[in-house]
């Protein structure tokens, strides 16, 4: 299949991750910057969508499958930085994310809960069950632990837990703990010696505070520009490729380009290569 776009130093690709990533050859890219869909957190209404698996170990293997591809396409001095926040174990349901086509409520808005179930746009999950055991109830899942773990047996080395300590977050309303304010960015080697630019701005700690989210056009989920700038310029090395197997709203594509790099962005849903095109349509127009 053609790229959905494909324009300077752009490429999107369209359609499921694991997929797309074999069409890409070996050691091809030179950092890979990423955020997947977390474990229902969100219904981004489209067949295929990882992040609402049956159970969480259904999840962290299909995530693990990903990052076996990406290790593949990955160059042998490359560095992956993932991004992914963590769950508790709860029966939770999720509806269509706000944004998606179709979708508004009586009121013109958001739909009410009630409107969302009625319209069978819902998702109710199951029981965590995670190693064939059922994760105690109300307990944080370690999911990104879990992942990291994994992916340190298929090969990875693990060289950083930072911790992206979030300014400006939506409240939190749980009354029994703490409201969680940061996330981890993980950074991930394929080789014992990798390119590392130690003299890249913020890399003297590993806290990192960035805003939650840049709130780019209308996907959700994104996260700030400084993030994915911060990493490609750490451990992308200059010209090199950059990719993204969740690329959403295209930010580390935006960022990527700013930095002069080439960018290879996946998704799966067209509605976000969309975003990604207008924003880097935009910045081709800023002199
Ligand atoms: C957390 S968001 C990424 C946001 C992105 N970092 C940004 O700044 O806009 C996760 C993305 O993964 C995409 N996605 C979900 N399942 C996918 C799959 N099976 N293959 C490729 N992309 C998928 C969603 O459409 C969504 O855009």
């Not at 703490?178 to 960015?185: A, D, L, N, Q, T």
């Not at 390119?195 to 056009?217: E, L, N």
């Not at 209308?218 to 994915?228: C, D, F, G, N, V």
């Not at 090395?237 to 950059?242: A, S």
Request: neutral net charge.
């Amino acid at each position: 299949m053609p790229p959905y776009y494909c324009h300077d130093q752009a490429t999107l690709l369209i359609g499921d991750a694991v997929e797309q990533l074999r069409t890409l050859p070996e050691r091809s890219v030179d950092a890979v910057v990423s955020s997947p869909p977390y474990y229902f957190q969100r219904d981004y209404g489209v067949e295929g969508q990882y992040g609402l698996e049956a159970t969480p170990q259904e999840y962290l293997d299909t995530l693990r499958l990903v990052f076996r591809e990406v290790r593949r396409v990955l160059a042998d001095d490359g560095t992956l930085w993932l991004n992914l926040g963590d769950a508790y174990s709860q029966r939770k349901a999720v509806r269509l994310s706000s944004h998606q086509e179709g979708l508004h409520g009586a009121r013109g808005a958001r739909p009410s809960w009630r409107e969302s179930r009625a319209a069978g746009r819902a998702r109710m999950s199951r029981e965590n069950l995670i190693d064939g055991q059922a994760v105690t109830e109300k307990s944080l899942m370690m999911l990104p632990e879990r992942l990291a773990i994994g992916m340190c047996e298929d090969g990875w080395i693990l060289r950083n837990k930072i911790v992206w300590a979030m300014t400006a977050t939506t409240p939190d309303p749980t009354r029994d703990r703490i409201p969680g304010k940061w996330e981890p960015v993980l950074l991930f080697s394929k080789s014992a010696r990798y390119h590392f630019d130690t003299s890249t701005p913020g890399t003297d700690s590993d806290v990192w505070r960035f805003p939650a989210s840049s709130g780019a056009g209308s996907h959700t989920a994104s996260y700030p520009l400084e993030l994915p700038l911060r990493c490609i310029r750490a451990g992308c090395k200059p010209g090199g490729t950059v990719l993204d197997p969740f690329s959403g709203s295209g930010t580390t594509g935006e960022a990527a380009l700013q930095l002069g790099r080439e960018y290879i962005g996946i998704d799966l849903n067209p509605a976000y290569h969309e975003l990604a095109k207008d924003r880097f349509a935009r910045r081709a127009l800023t002199p």
